[in-house]
């Protein structure tokens, strides 16, 4: 929380990124052919980036960056086409087995450990020179000063470990959901319209968009949430663990048993979502145009409920509504020239959009 999270210095942090990122798009000379890939990532990767290590990337100048990102990339698709994981989690077992234990687990952990180097590093830059008894300017620096006081439950494996479960949740999903907007936008050219149309009625060209003006944009607030409901990026939710014997709509769910809620299900064949596969903010906004309705809202899940409900939602929230917003107010996104844009997924764990370019013009 003192370094973004829950307090509006959140907002400012995603606004000076995004600053960066319409300078990095200003520059590009192919407007014609642009991929919007890797500014997406950059932007979102530099808001957690400063918050986590208390720096940012230049767009020239982020191998490292790259790097993680593809090997993670190349993890999740190893991952999605492994079957044996889920029958692995079904029938423990089954791991005794050598070949089968190296296939459902060891292979992935260590394709994980070789990622986590750029945790290593990240944490390595962010504590060199720094002084305990200075102020702390990012998340590095107040979980040294906390270790030293001796805290059994702090050390420097779990710093590591709360990094890299920060960074990966803090942004590849968003990136991801952004990217997909980014296609969207340029498929979907009525809703784009109606998005800048409301978007420079109520904010104009002089300034950036802010959360506020959320409450005068309720187009924009349905577009969010038909974005997060068609995008539906996770695949195969996060597993949980039942702590108790229990029972769901009528079935026993035995104490130990693992969990896995299906997101991408609901949101994909809610029968109140009519004609789910198609992309329809107007579904979200009551009769009178200005009010969303509450029960397509309380579906629309991909933070998932509960509980154990994403805790950086309210991060992911401010990224995709100034992210998305920020760029419509300055571009309108096309097709290339004499291409066709491919909307179906890659098959991964995080359900990614295919590489491609889309035009981008000054409005």
């Not at 606004?15 to 990095?24: F, I, N």
């Not at 890299?164 to 959901?177: I, K, M, V, Y």
């Not at 609901?266 to 579904?283: G, I, Q, S």
Request: proline letters at 5%; one cysteine or more; glycine letters at 6%.
């Amino acid at each position: 929380r003192d370094f973004g999270m829950g307090k509006n210095i959140m907002e400012e942090l995603v606004r000076s990124s995004l600053q960066e990122y319409l300078a990095c798009l200003d520059k590009v000379e192919d407007t014609d052919n642009v991929n919007m890939r890797w500014p997406v990532q950059i932007m979102v990767a530099n808001i957690i980036n400063e918050v986590l290590f208390g720096f940012r990337y230049k767009y020239d100048d982020c191998a490292p960056l790259i790097r993680y990102v593809e090997d993670l990339n190349k993890m999740f698709e190893d991952f999605a086409k492994q079957k044996l994981v889920f029958l692995g989690m079904g029938f423990p077992i089954l791991t005794k087995l050598p070949w089968f234990k190296w296939h459902t687990f060891d292979k992935h952990r260590l394709h994980a450990k070789m990622i986590n180097q750029y945790i290593v590093d990240c944490v390595n830059k962010a504590s060199e020179g720094y002084n305990i008894e200075d102020e702390p300017n990012c998340f590095v620096h107040a979980y040294r000063q906390k270790m030293e006081k001796n805290n059994e439950f702090l050390d420097e494996g779990n710093l590591l470990t709360t990094c890299a479960d920060f960074f990966l949740a803090g942004q590849e999903t968003t990136t991801t959901t952004l990217r997909w907007a980014m296609l969207i936008l340029a498929n979907e050219q009525e809703a784009q319209d109606k998005l800048r149309d409301e978007l420079l009625t109520v904010v104009g060209r002089d300034r950036l968009p802010a959360m506020s003006d959320q409450t005068k944009m309720p187009y924009a607030r349905a577009f969010v949430h038909e974005l997060q409901r068609i995008a539906n990026i996770v695949g195969r939710n996060v597993p949980h663990v039942a702590v108790r014997d229990t029972e769901v709509g009528g079935h026993f769910v035995p104490e130990g048993a693992i969990v896995i809620g299906d997101i991408h299900y609901v949101m994909a064949h809610d029968p109140l979502f009519e004609n789910p596969t198609e992309f329809r903010p107007e579904r979200y906004l009551s009769e009178d145009g200005k009010t969303l309705r509450k029960e397509l809202v309380d579906r629309t899940v991909a933070f998932s409920i509960g509980k154990r409900i994403c805790a950086g939602e309210g991060l992911a929230r401010v990224e995709l509504f100034l992210g998305l917003l920020t760029t419509v107010q300055r571009y309108r996104l096309t097709p290339s020239p004499g291409k066709r844009l491919i909307m179906e997924p890659k098959p991964m764990t995080i359900i990614m959009p295919q590489e491609q370019s889309i035009r981008i013009e000054r409005v």
